[in-house]
């Protein structure tokens, strides 16, 4: 029985105690590592980017220099005008050179990575608040044709609840030089825009006007088609997924906008940004509601702006009297055009197709750039066709025949189910959801247009949420790899390089500034290796010569007396007190070299004690071994040795 | 002279948007195309696009003196007008660099005097396969979103009948139903655009002399070469 109860004990003191150093392994010690590799981290980041602004600033400074002459030269044939874009020149490098040297002295902290791969130009460590009440500016984006700036900033003190990480500040500002007809008209687009959810907030002073809007990191699709077509054949199976993938986002996304009762109205490439989890339309600076009284404009950008839009508008037509979401179905038929061939439609719907994108590919860019009647009648029509493209598995493989829109009703029969243009459509019916405030929703988005596909719409957002979450997690997951990623792991080494060359310069400079103390030894002499210098530096006690070349002989040493060798003995050994009980590696080596050029096997140094200045110590240095003895006890082991028959 | 021609003129006098956007859709890429050739190279895209602008505004304050029934081409007093819009831009482009050290930018010889009155062969070829291309435009735009598609596939595109029946999941005389309707729009609106955009007999005889008004086979073979021949000199351009 107390057998029993003695295992179950140690059962579960087992138990316990792996439970106990397990808590204490997770909770203490792994956050403890945790920070060590992480300050290490920071440690090789920092010499990494110290090393990097050295190198740029002696490049500039480099550079700098060479073109001096040129300006001197300049200067003496009068070419003024060569000589003012050279000093220009040599200004922006100095210029360059001391924000270099500034980064060597105050290193930033770093910039998001994401912000880093945004076009345009960052704040660094210039982070201004104060600006915009509630927001840090951190950034800033390369203006588009608006006239506004688009500042990228985080929140802090009084920013809205809820709000991104990351939001980009539209700003228009009148003292510098906004056209004021842009600012009215992003501001009637603002109201649109907050219905969608695009808004976060908004403000204006004497002369400004801005609004916040979440920032959405990634590059745009001009450039990501750019860089898609550099090798300018055929784009691959891969590449041709991606672009349709691309596509039904921007089609769902159109959806949204069609169905809240707005239209884009400017959708092109630049509009567009692409990241990991798809593509995303952005800037609503021309959003319109699809019923709005105005008369139509002809904003928008060539070649994926719709012919039509503009002789609509030539005509004086009213936004009401035409379907604004048709115009942005055309430009989403440009923009995939633009991805497959890498190049603008420059005739329409006519544009030749020059890369092997597959007929039903083709088919959907005719169909979506097709004449205003006969385009696809709605986003959802469109995206059904290029849902059905995304999900196969060789898009390129797909028949015109197996889309929705062609197996399931035929074109023609399709074709113009809603009002044409010019008939005046009837308003729409709207409800009205708050009487307080006059919020209101649109029943009827666009009379007369069949009812929307709303599985093709539920998939694209279904997509659209399980990519967030994959992101979501990927970024969970990036966090917790980043210190295994080999930038991690490059600056870890770096670190431990850096950390490990400290430890060996303090271990030399020890070992250079810490005398090791030379051990005093109670035995006899060791037995003669050969011959022996006698170097005497007792101020006092000449007579102590004697006695230690006497002591020698008696351990079988040959105790010579070289001039040469003592001279050099004096010069590279420390000799300056003519007291040395603390001998260094170096003065032992150096010592060990002068020996061995003269042929002696040691060297005695006969010197005073640093307790009596009248007794006689003698430093034996043999090989790389320094000892100290005292005479006295040295004159008893000789007497003792003398006494054994 | 046809009447299309004489109410179309009449309709730019009258200031119509409409008829000046067609007219901008018909010879804009021309007249670029024209503009870049005599820049040699050396005029930017931006500056060509303002000067075939420049050249429709100056087009707009003189169509009152264009007379139609003098047997003057429209594409000829266009070039004329494009050549002094040309003369203007490099006149204030020399007065700005005159004293600033820069040699002005050089052009191709004949851009100016060299032509004098005389047609110029291959523009005049272009300006008639912009006409066809404005015919094949109008005709996609009022026939039948299927059929053109069939045109394009079979006689553009140069598929076999069986292949598009088998893309587009119809039988072979569906394809061939769809071939007549595109190709019977597609002469309308040639005979349409060439009666509108022609000023003298050899303009109205292009068309003939191109092998535009034989029969079925011929008019696809003509009109398919035109099209591939100016895609290709557009994407020249």
């Known amino acids: 029985m107390s057998k029993l109860l003695i295992i179950l004990v140690v059962i579960i003191g087992t138990v316990i105690g792996a439970a106990a150093i397990g808590i204490l392994l997770r909770h203490l010690l792994m956050p403890i590592l945790r920070g060590i590799v992480n300050t290490i981290q920071f440690i090789g980041r920092l010499v990494i980017e110290l090393i990097c602004d050295a190198i740029a600033a002696i490049w500039h400074l480099f550079v700098a220099v060479l073109l001096l002459p040129a300006i001197i030269g300049c200067l003496l044939f009068g070419r003024w005008e060569s000589v003012g874009r050279m000093v220009r020149g040599l200004g922006g490098r100095f210029r360059r050179t001391g924000r270099r040297v500034a980064g060597l002295v105050t290193r930033p902290a770093g910039v998001p990575p994401e912000l880093r791969r945004t076009p345009g130009r960052t704040l660094g460590h210039r982070r201004r608040s104060g600006e915009f009440p509630g927001w840090r500016l951190i950034g800033e984006l390369q ?35 906004s056209p004021l007809g842009q600012m009215i008209r992003e501001s009637r687009a ?17 002369t400004r006007f801005w609004y916040v809007m979440p920032f959405i990191p990634g590059t745009h699709l001009a450039q990501t088609t750019t860089a898609m077509h550099t090798n300018g054949g055929q784009l691959s199976e891969a590449a041709i997924a991606r672009s349709v993938g691309w596509c039904r986002d921007l089609l769902a996304a159109l959806g949204e906008y069609h169905d809240a009762g707005f239209w884009h109205k400017d959708v092109k490439p630049e509009n567009i940004i692409i990241n990991d989890t798809g593509a995303h339309l952005v800037d609503f600076g021309l959003v319109t509601p699809l019923q709005s009284a105005m008369t139509l404009t002809t904003h928008g950008t060539e070649y994926f702006r719709d012919p039509e839009l503009v002789r609509q508008a030539l005509r004086g037509s009213k936004v009401s009297e035409v379907d604004g979401a048709r115009f942005d179905l055309y430009s ?11 190049t603008f439609p420059a005739h329409g719907n ?44 060789n898009p390129r493989l797909v028949r015109p025949a197996d889309l929705p829109s062609v197996s399931s009703a035929p074109v023609q029969n399709a074709a113009s189910p809603k009002p044409s243009v010019g008939d005046v459509c009837r308003r729409p019916r709207i409800e009205v959801s708050d009487w307080w405030s006059g919020r209101y929703r649109v029943r009827d988005a666009v009379p007369g247009a069949p009812r929307l596909q709303p599985d093709a719409f539920e998939a694209a957002r279904r997509a659209r949420d399980s990519r967030r979450l994959i992101r979501d997690e990927r970024r969970q997951r990036r966090s917790a790899a980043r210190r295994s990623s080999f930038g991690g792991l490059a600056a870890f080494c770096v670190g431990l390089l850096v950390l490990g060359f400290i430890w060996v310069v303090v271990l030399e400079t020890e070992e250079v500034w810490f005398h090791e103390p030379v051990a005093m030894s109670t035995q006899p002499l060791p037995d003669g290796q050969g011959q022996v210098l006698i170097v005497n530096n007792h101020p006092r006690r000449l007579d102590a010569h004697a006695a230690v070349r006497t002591a020698l002989e008696e351990r ?15 010069r590279d050994f ?15 080596r150096a010592a060990h070299a002068v020996l061995s050029t003269h042929a002696f096997a040691a060297a005695a140094i006969v010197q005073a004690s640093s307790d009596d200045p009248n007794a006689v110590q003698v430093l034996l240095l043999t090989g790389d071994e320094a000892t100290l003895y005292d005479l006295e006890v040295l004159a008893k082991a000789a007497g003792s040795i003398q006494s054994t028959p | 002279m046809h009447q299309l021609t004489t109410s179309f003129v009449r309709r730019l006098r009258d200031r119509d948007e409409a008829a000046w956007f067609e007219l901008w859709q018909v010879f804009g890429p021309i007249l670029r195309g024209q503009l870049m050739k005599w820049g040699n190279g050396r005029l930017g895209m931006e500056t060509v696009r303002d000067l075939s602008q420049e050249t429709l505004a100056a087009l707009s304050k003189s169509i009152e003196r264009f007379d139609p029934t003098r047997g003057v081409r429209f594409s000829t007093w266009l070039l004329a007008i494009a050549r002094h819009a040309m003369s203007d831009e490099i006149d204030r482009r020399m007065a700005l660099k005159r004293g600033a ?26 300006i008639f396969e912009a006409k066809v291309a404005a015919a094949i435009r109008r005709a996609e735009s009022s026939s039948d979103f299927m059929s053109f598609e069939v045109y394009r596939m079979r006689v553009l595109d140069g598929r076999s009948g069986k292949d598009v029946a088998v893309q587009l999941g119809v039988s072979q005389p569906t394809i061939s139903r769809h071939l007549q309707q595109a190709r019977g729009e597609l002469r309308t609106r040639l005979t349409e655009i060439v009666a509108t955009w022609s000023f003298t007999p050899e303009e109205m005889a292009e068309a003939e002399l191109a092998g535009l008004s034989g029969d079925d086979t011929l008019f696809d073979e003509a009109l398919a070469e035109i099209w591939h021949r100016a895609a290709s000199m557009d994407s020249e351009c």
């Open chain 1, 143 to 177: 203006a588009g044709g608006s006239g506004a700036r688009l500042l990228i900033a985080e929140p802090a003190d009084g920013a809205p609840d809820g709000a991104p990480d990351r939001v980009v500040i539209k700003c228009f500002d009148l003292s510098g030089g």
């Open chain 1, 190 to 206: 603002l109201d649109g825009a907050k219905k969608l959810g695009l808004v976060i907030e908004h403000d204006h002073d004497e």
């Open chain 2, 101 to 126: 050290g820069k040699r002005p930018i050089h052009l191709q010889e004949d851009w100016m005097g060299g032509l004098g009155n005389a047609v110029d062969a291959d523009y005049e070829q272009r």
């Open chain 1, 350 to 393: 006519l544009s030749r197709f020059d890369i092997e994108s597959g007929d039903a590919i083709r088919w959907v860019i005719r169909r979506a750039m097709a004449d205003y009647h006969k385009r696809y009648a709605t986003s959802a029509e469109m995206l059904a066709d290029v849902a059905f493209l995304a999900a196969s598995r």
């Open chain 1, 556 to 570: 079988g040493w040959q105790p010579m007396e070289d001039v040469d060798a003592e001279a050099r003995l004096r």
């Open chain 1, 574 to 588: 420390p000799f300056d007190d003519g007291l040395q009980t603390e001998v260094d590696e170096a003065s032992k």
């Open chain 1, 332 to 342: 989403a038929g440009a923009v995939l055009y633009y991805i497959v061939e890498g």
